[in-house]
């Protein structure tokens, strides 16, 4: 029963974003026959380093959604200080309340059952446009993008282009 | 059972490649489904004397107190310790005390009515709000139709239902907390914002309630519950009431609901 309430909600999210696209990006599952399996498509947000871009990933939610969050994986290549190197992104509105493994500071949001697919993806939207380098899940890319700017935005450059042709 | 070798006698050797975050959580994954298994989310009537073989012979302060609580309560209900039990044991037992109550029951429906609306202007997302409201409501008119309390039993238990039932109430509370941001920001800890604190401590699954969620639960419905406080000191237990109205010179009026605290949890109360 817990799963039905699931799946009712993702079914009403996935009619409604199909009648009415929102700016920035599109959903749609990535398999017809499984809801809690969604594939997005992110536009790079206009006037940042990702404008161009088509970046896909896979948003995958669990059983016990909307009161646990699901995960968020880039398949397109990314290079951002708040996406891992496998693509997992890592921002405090996917964390559950008390999973602190990336120590955010206490004030961060946190999951919230309220939060949709329309929400977390302008999370990840603005995300793009302002990295927070407090908490890298890409330390890397943290430092290039606070020391080496200028590397970091040719590094994103390339991921911008690659986005595309591999869509 | 034998351990396992590899998990529990080798010696402890850090491994800084190994995520430990990850087996914590595997860990409290396994804790929650043991006691999913083992705990309805509302149990059936339960006698003090059944309660009593909870404590050991020794324990003679929690026995003294079973003793007092005897006196005064004819029947209890235990809820699943989730973190959601102050938020699930209300729900059920205020909704049980409508099945008796018509005009309780009319102005319930008229404050939740009115919730939505103030909801989504306080910039809750519409969409998933509706959803756990829809809910929410069909849940309420259970009371009606007719109700029974084997009906809300059965509802409270499904997981799905009664989760969807908790949430909602959880947006009430924080809704009249940022509705009412000036009453409250002084009781709030940690230098938050009352946004932030919702955002924390109330509107997520799981996290515990305190003084400030009841008092808040209680002006919002307008629903006065009492709470009896169970812990190591003295001899009784502490009945302390919560009411929707803050002048001091009216009694206090009859709890609607009430509930027995023992430390970090909530059950639900019957009285003679």
Redesign the interface.
Known sequence: ??????S??LS??LK?LNKSSVDGFSAGLIDDDDLFKWEIVIYGPPETLYEGGMFKAHLIFPREY???PPKMKFVSEMWHPNIDQEGNVCISILH????D?YGYE??A????????V??ICISVISMLADPNDESPANVDAAKMWRENFEEFKKRVTRTVRKSIEEL | MEPRSDTVQEDFNYDPDRNYDEVIMAQQRIIEKEIAESQPLISNLLTFDEIVEEYSDEDSVYRHKIEDLKGRYKNMRKTRGDGNCFFRAFGFSFLEKLLQDADGYKSFVDVVHKSKDMLISLGFPQFTLEDFYDTFVDIVKQVECPGTVEKLLETFNDQGLSDYFVVYLRLLVSGHLQANEESYIHFIDGERTVRQFCSQEVEPMGRESDHIHIVALTKALQVPICVEYMDREGLACNAFNFNPSDATDEADPKPTVTLLYRPGHYDILYPL
């Not at chain 1, 029963?1 to 699931?6: D, G, S």
């Not at chain 1, 949001?109 to 949709?116: A, D, I, M």
């Open positions: 029963m817990a799963l039905e309430q699931a009712l909600l009403r999210q409604e909307p009161h646990r559950e309340p008390g999973d493994k206490k004030a949001e946190r999951w919230l059952p309220v939060h949709t329309e929400t």
